[in-house]
């Protein structure tokens, strides 16, 4: 069972498209942090790319049929890890987020729970009887979901909380979620809404009136997003060339290697270069969405396309934010922005397509 | 081996409870995927596409602001000398505080207003006056900065709390701290509201220092320099990594004046605690070698704008030390006027080398007795005794020969009446009564008998301690009068003024004023040794003393004590003017002012005379021993 998968048999263009972006993204780090404290991070990142491919290669070998049956247990673990960080973790940039690991590395557990929180959805949906499904199903996923997201959006991390969101509802989607359901549910997530408002911290109310109007303070939360809009603006056709955008160069552009690394990209390279990025992004998902076709049972469709979900939901989020199309949320956009917690999920999630691939041939 | 990722082989299982092998029934919901992937991409790109290629001009105007600041360098101003090069007024080194705009909140503003030490009101409400420049324009919020300003600066510079901060480095104003010559020389400050509206201030910008008084705001345009500024690269923190543009400030050219300042500091220091003022000019061709005016003020107090506590002071006290008394204070002449109409008596033949009068004390005209200053009377009083012992009844009678208009005609005709035009702002006229004046203000007809008040320099008639000495000044030239002026300008070619007088009168007059000084006349004070100094003293009322007596003695209704005179006889050099207001008698009060003044100008020409420095440096034997 083992020979009949090999390397051969790997997702090739799916891999070669993720070191593209991942090196685009390396170079742009290079740009946007030579000569400043975070100099080092163009390296730490390559590591990170390799670990990510080394992980990838791990987690692509494990009949994912074995990660499933382990999901749940993953699922409490992961629980576990959140309850911990909120209690003992490491507090950055006023959030608790990261747990300390030895070398100085620090790790982002709500990171590593989207992969637990797509197997979990898969193994949950593929074993629903019925055509599509219930209400009480539903139920029964919502509350999955919403327990990491209710111990991510305390630390606060409301972006990370919502792509648990976006993975449970493109869950339901793939399932067949009836109309009817669709729409109480966007009746219920209306209501709920003014609460929920209420649960914001301010920082994340701030960001949301900034979102509707930047101007309204400019210094504030809408600082970020002006000063993204500045330097993607400004980068035109054509951009300012590799290390000569000023806005990346000068630090007016907020975390350019991080949350903000395409808008360090699109000043630099204009909109050439965005054009070529987001090229390849749409390939890349184009690639996964063709294993989840192709995937051999329903569960493997579902961990394809919760992969798939996730990394659109990324993109629109992190990418609109740039171009102040969305609310700035501190999502990272998948193998560009530097950080190696957000490099190995991504990785392991390839690992996963990768999987259900491989499985297609076994029979 | 790459396989199509279709799967056809696997056959579709029939509906059932459990469907774990089927994709298919997923087909229409990942097809509808990809075309939420097409969306979102379109959606995305669409953002890129507005931005970069729709209007990439204005992100790209908004990256420069960001990434350029222009800074102002101010252009020194001026400086200012004497008429020998000394410095009056320099420039120091000083450090003013700007915001930056572009991204001022106003919540900002209050911790550097408290940390300075600025009223916050008071900085919110210059900002505020600033709102109408464009917005890359930095605002000065403090100048003259102290060390406690810059460490706080310094500090607190970058924090989030904190607006955007720059320290300008300025050259400053350094008045002489004694306020010496302090209205002379006028002061700076910003430019306010309202002098913007004006004419003269029309192409400065709010937040332009400008000369507000005296040299500094007549000579503006020479003192005032051309600003440069400085375009630098900033970082994120306002921390500068290169400089793209620099256009160097120029300065404003040093000025020098016909001020002496060995003659200023004289006049300065006989007039220091006292109200009034002295001008010394030279008649020969107006330049004007000292000027005081007392109470003066500390000019510095405006150049890091004015406290609007001392502002009041300055404006509420009853002194007015802000009024250059020298040009500005109009005030009945006194005795001082009777050489005018002396004059003007012989020029126009009322009386002739025999007239005389007698004086009893006093004489009766119109109906109204009018007292002579010497109680027991000066007897049979001719011209010359009338200058030397300032005779009243003597020039009550030519004055009543002369009549009004004739008067007006003389006093006009030797400068007085109107400005003498001398190159400081807002001098003024004086005034010279006549009928047709009389008519003119208040419709009514002249009285023979205020004919009588004028004679001896009372009545309506005022003039200005700078009129008093040009007039003179120019009755000792035999009748020239140069136009007074304080900047020493070798280009300067002036037309004076001549009235032809027949020289025989003039010499009359000049020798009753050589008789006051030196054959015991009024002005014995003034007398120096070896210097033919001539003068006339003035003791001018204010009110008559019968009101004064009535009133009890104010200090502010005491007479005003003046003295003019000018040496040498022949050939003049120099004419100085005191007045001392509530001095009481020109004799006592007036007249050493003007002596010492005149002394200091002889006893420093003749020690200048033989030049011996030069001499050595010629002589050959000098180059030998070196």
Known sequence: ?363 | MNLPPEQPERPQTPKGPLRRDDVKFAAARIALFQYAIVAVFLFLISGFWDLQVRNPGFYYEQAERNRIKALPIPAPRGKILDREGRVIVDNHSSFSLMLLRENLKLEEVRPVAEGLGLPYEEVIARLKRFSGQPRYRPVTIKDELSRGDLAFIEAHRGSPEFPEMELIHAQRRLYPRSGLASHLIGYVGEVSEAELNTVEFVRKNQGDVIGKAGVERQYNDILTGVDGQRQVVVDVQGNERQVIGLKEAIPGKPLRLTIDLDLQAVAELSMEGRKGAVVALDPRNGEVLAMVSQPGFDPSKFTGGIRSHDWQELVANPDKPLLNRAIQGQLAPGSTFKPIVALAALESGVIDDAFDARCPGGATFYGRYFKCHLKGGHGVVDLHRGIVQSCDVFFYTVGNRLGIDRIAEYAELVGLGRKTGIDLPQEQAGLVPSTQWKIRTTRQKWYAGETISVAIGQGALTVTPLQLAYAIGGLAMGGVWYTPHVVADPNRRDTPRRAAFNPDNLAKVIYGMYGVVNEGGTGARARIQGVELCGKTGTSQLASNEALRALGTSEALKDNAWFVGFAPREFPEIAVVALVEGGLHGSTAAAPVVRDLVKTYFDKKASRQPYPMLAREHSPEQGQTQ
Request: with cysteine.
């Open chain 1, 1 to 363: 069972m083992i020979n009949y998968r090999s390397s051969r048999d790997l997702d090739w263009p799916l891999l070669v498209l993720a070191l593209a972006i991942s090196g685009l993204g390396i170079l742009q780090i290079y740009s946007a942090t030579a000569g400043t404290i975070w100099g080092d991070t163009w390296w730490k990142q390559m590591l990170f790319v390799v670990a990510g491919l080394a992980a990838m290669h791990v987690i692509a070998r494990i009949d994912y049929h074995r990660l499933l049956e382990a999901a749940p247990a993953l699922y409490l673990g992961g629980l576990a890890l959140l309850l911990a960080v909120l209690l003992f973790g490491r507090q950055v940039f006023g959030s608790q987020r990261w747990i300390p690991l030895p070398g100085g590395f620090t790790f982002q557990i709500s990171e590593f729970v989207k992969l637990i929180l797509i197997l979990l959805a898969a193994r949950y949906l593929s074993e629903l009887r019925g055509d599509r499904p219930t209400l009480r199903d539903l139920w029964k996923l919502g509350a999955l979901v919403a327990l990491p997201m209710a111990l991510v959006m305390k630390q606060p991390d409301l972006g990370t909380s919502l792509t648990y969101a976006a993975i449970g509802g493109a869950g339901v989607f793939f399932a067949g979620l009836r109309w009817q359901h669709a729409v109480a549910l966007a009746l219920l997530f209306v209501l709920v809404l003014p609460v929920g408002w209420t649960l914001l911290k301010d920082y994340q109310k701030a960001r949301l009136i900034s979102f509707l109007n930047p101007g309204s303070d400019p210094l504030g939360s809408g600082y970020q997003v002006i000063q993204s809009k500045i330097a993607v603006g400004s980068g035109g056709m054509w951009g300012k060339g590799v290390a000569r955008g000023s806005q990346t160069q000068l630090r007016f552009l907020p975390v350019a290697h991080t949350d903000f690394i395409f808008s360090a990209f699109a000043e630099e390279h204009g909109f050439v270069g965005v054009a070529v990025v987001l090229t390849l992004y749409f390939l890349l998902l184009m690639q996964i969405v063709q294993n989840a076709q192709s995937a051999p049972d329903r569960a493997g469709m579902y961990v394809c396309m919760g992969v798939g979900a996730l990394l659109l939901f990324h993109l629109l989020v992190n990418v609109g934010m740039l171009v102040g199309r969305m609310i700035v949320t501190g999502v990272p956009l998948p193998l560009m922005s530097y950080g190696g917690s957000s490099v190995l999920t991504v990785f392991m999630m390839l690992g996963l397509v990768n999987n259900v691939r491989l499985q297609r041939f076994v029979n």
